[in-house]
């Protein structure tokens, strides 16, 4: 008896059992090789981009960290080697025409903090009063507050030093003897500008429920913003206030416009006149002021960090 066969040649009956369940699995060895991976030499044909994309996030990051390290380290070399050592030791820093200034920097030093601290005095007390302006619900209030603020964050702070120290004698027939209280008011004016808006900010950051609570248990607008508003205001912007102080700090250098006897100079001063001495030294001078300079900043800049991280720390708690 013989089998039914279709067409095709066939056999009817038999039906085709490779994708059925059950049925005998392809031989993974025959079907799973890859060129290059087949014996005991796995991997050895893979080519070096390949293998470059099996390295993990952290260390292409640390690869890619080395490459920027070398980068600067060959800048930093390229730099060094194209100075020319003896013009440097001689007009850039001279050591002997450093040491000929050290008898008036603790001087101009001290004189540099006096002027930076009067004029903050002055811009704190003025910014407080125009931020609470720039807040208030009176209309001219805050029209005046904000032409003021526009105005002296929009001119330099040098043009306001001569308008101080000549122009506004010349037009009030006023005479200003002190030079303290000149650069006090001549910078505290600008910085003032800017510790307004600071304050602003700050203050418009209090929570609103502090108010709501204040307000609650009877204290009035006045009460409710001088003793709960403004003093957690000032917690807030104690960061940004720091960097003020610097930049009040380098602002005193403009202090020499207003004409200054020797016992008045302050850093740029003591600096530039080192520009003209018979010590010689070149741009020695300025860069010794320079670094006098960066021993108030930096300090002054760790603390504004360490606010910062406190303040984070805290609004995080």
């Known amino acids: 008896m013989t089998d039914s066969r279709d067409s095709s040649g066939v056999p009817l009956g038999r039906a085709d059992t490779s994708g059925l369940r059950g049925a005998p699995d ?183 429920g502090q108010i709501e609570a204040a307000r609650s248990l009877g204290m009035s607008h006045s009460r409710t913003m001088i003793t709960v508003v403004i003093p957690q205001a000032f917690r807030i912007v104690l960061p940004p206030m720091t960097n003020e102080i610097i930049l009040l700090t380098k602002d005193t250098s403009l202090v020499y416009l207003m004409g200054v006897t020797q016992a008045q100079f302050e850093l740029t001063k003591v600096g530039n006149n080192a520009l003209n001495s018979s010590a010689g030294g070149g741009m020695t001078g300025l860069v010794v002021a320079g670094l006098c300079y960066l021993v108030i900043t930096i300090p002054l800049g760790f603390v504004a960090r360490h606010l910062e991280r406190r303040g984070t720390k805290g609004a995080a708690a």
């Not at 001290?110 to 209309?139: E, R």
């Not at 526009?150 to 004698?169: K, N, S, T």
């Not at 002190?178 to 600008?190: D, E, M, N, P, Q």
């Open 26 to 208: 392809a031989d993974p060895s025959a079907t799973d090789r890859t060129p290059g991976t087949s014996g005991g030499a796995a991997g050895a044909g893979v080519s070096p981009v390949v293998r470059s994309r099996r390295l993990s996030p952290r260390r292409r990051a640390r690869l890619w960290r080395g490459v920027q390290y070398a980068i600067l380290l060959v800048a930093v070399v390229a730099v060094l080697s194209a100075v020319d050592r003896e013009t440097f030791t001689t007009s850039v820093f001279n050591l002997d025409a450093a040491r000929a200034m050290l008898p008036d920097l603790p001087g101009a030093f001290v004189n540099t903090l006096t002027y930076m601290l009067g004029a903050f005095a002055v811009g704190l007390v003025l910014g407080t009063v125009l931020a609470l302006m720039k807040l208030s619900s009176v209309a001219p209030y805050r029209a005046i507050a904000t032409v003021y603020i526009e105005f002296f964050r929009g001119i330099p702070a040098l043009l306001v030093v001569l308008g101080v120290a000549y122009g506004v004698p010349l037009a009030f027939d006023l005479r200003i003897d002190s030079l303290i209280i000149k650069i006090a008011i001549a910078l505290g004016l600008v910085s003032a500008a800017y510790i307004a808006e600071t304050l602003r900010a700050g203050i418009a950051a209090v929570p609103r």
